[in-house]
């Protein structure tokens, strides 16, 4: 085997209440790479997109990703990738983390499964880390292992797959770009121990909603009275977004990862569409561009569409 | 119907990481009231125990509980309660909440059992703000509901049962004092963001671990950085019982409520069993008295053993 194909999907992280912690996986927007193995112990980089993303394999979170991998097989082979990014980079539905799952899964069915999930999680981190300049899983767990997780330590990796019950996601992505570490340098050193509380109580309430199927607690843990207030002001209309995706139908939800993604859960897809369409009408009364999507929270994670 | 006789078991809250939030039923030590009827609008009691609490009913977490079910049913008839303790008040294992769910579950019973679980949790919920001068249902929840509990939020009361496997749990209780005020006292008023994190994924992850019934990902979840540290102190050998029990054969466990009660969970009775005998050995070399008791997690709370 010397060429495989594989699609990543976009993912959300945080969960409103899960900060850095909670992330789950969509069916679409997905991105697609092709992997070829090269002789030359080397990686090359390939865009079959527009977003001008860096072709220096050490500039680059798949190349970076590439290279934990090679450096984990010790072998003398190398890569050549080629990137199709849907997700657009900076939408915060963990564009960085697809990229970097798709190579290392890729990566992975062609020295021949050789890796654990938990490693492809721990090369893809890597990638993460020249992205957004910190280490963190939230998004790849869920891109690496599709549904629902909780990543409960970086190091060592410990990622959990939360069961949870048929859910549909609406995303409205505005175009203007918050940058991760922007959104990461905002945040406060210490916060109120009394909002440390109902912030894990909201955590546990969540994942006992999802696996127990109670679509009304999953709705009643979806707070988070920390990271969403000094967030918010970045992301336009925020409240109205919400307000609006409440009204038609939507369960709960909020930022998508750090922004500027507003995503919101629903337990129909007739619901998610209708909360698109609610969303949509709040941004098109104004200036303010946008994409928005409809997805299941999908149980499957990265997928090899291609091998010979 | 005009005599109810109720078990109120002890119970262990916090859990841990889930400060405010967790919480279990015990099978024993448990509390027994008597409670009867009478046809005075007024509360009465006496006490079958040498602990000198109040027999004032507006001083007594019981009788204070009790004035909270007559006010709510607005009936003129008044109760007659006899509260035989075994769980010594201050022991950190639910003390104060056993005696106030016993008397509301026994009210509740001899008014036709017209209130939800809910609502006898909020009458208990003024018996433990007497206690401690705040209102908490950690203890509380499990008392009446039975098995493992999270308290999403007190107001508006949102309690939720979460799934466990077959556990064992060892306490010890050395016989000093901690009160309740005094150990939330000493709690800070702000806390690291990244300390909160882990707290949160932590409650998360026990959650997921107790629900699929994953000991190792409950053992590794155990985990607290933020209240223990400031805690243990206060608790003679903390770090030696600890030390001792994981030795022995117990997954994990901390501090029982605000202590200063130690608990330890264990896989078999046979482990708590061991559990117990090795905090013991640490107690025994030192001029500590102490307590233990060996329970199951158990899955009913109060109960009613008589009524007539």
């Known amino acids: 085997m010397d060429l495989v194909k594989v699609r990543a999907p976009a993912t959300v992280a945080n969960v409103v209440c899960g ?19 090269i002789d030359e112990p080397e990686i090359r980089v390939i865009h079959r997109d527009n977003f001008g993303l860096p072709t220096d394999p050490q500039k680059n979170v798949a190349g970076v990703a590439l290279q934990a991998v090679l450096d984990a097989a010790a072998t ?35 020295l021949g499964n050789r890796f654990s999930k938990n490693e492809m999680i721990r090369f893809a981190m ?10 963190h899983a939230d998004n790849l767990a869920p891109c690496i292992c599709g549904g629902f997780t909780l990543v409960r330590s970086i190091d060592p990796l410990d990622v959990i797959e939360i069961d949870f019950p048929p859910l549909f996601v609406t995303v409205i992505h505005p175009q203007i770009e918050i940058r991760t570490a922007e959104a990461r340098g ?10 440390a ?12 909603g999802l696996s127990k199927g109670d679509e009304g ?10 990271v969403e207030p000094v967030r918010k002001p970045l992301i336009p209309m925020f ?8 009204a038609a139908g939507a369960i709960g939800g909020g930022i998508s990862g750090s922004g500027p993604s507003i995503f919101m859960l629903s ?37 090899i569409i291609d091998s010979r």
Not at 19 to 29: K, N, S
Not at 83 to 94: D, F
Not at 239 to 246: R, T
Not at 269 to 298: G, Q
């Open 19 to 37: 900060f850095d912690v909670l992330g789950f996986a969509l069916d679409a927007p997905f991105d697609e790479v092709t992997l070829r193995r």
């Open 76 to 110: 003398d082979i190398g890569f050549e990738i080629e990137i199709s990014k849907n997700i657009k980079p900076g939408s915060g539905i963990g564009s960085s983390a697809a990229s970097a799952c798709a190579a290392v899964a890729a990566a992975n069915r062609l």
């Open 126 to 135: 890597e990638g993460e880390r020249l992205a957004s300049g910190s280490k």
């Open 186 to 195: 905002i945040l406060p050193r210490d916060i109120i121990f009394k909002d």
């Open 197 to 208: 509380v109902r912030q894990w109580a909201n955590v546990g309430a969540l994942d006992a």
């Open 217 to 226: 607690l999953i709705a009643r843990s979806l707070e988070d009275h920390i």
């Open 239 to 246: 409240d109205e977004i919400k307000a609006a995706s409440l």
């Open 267 to 303: 337990v129909s897809e007739e619901h998610a569409k209708a909360t698109a369409k609610a969303m949509e009408d709040v941004y098109s009364a104004t200036k303010i561009t946008y994409r928005t999507y409809v997805s299941p929270i999908a149980s499957k994670g990265v997928q």
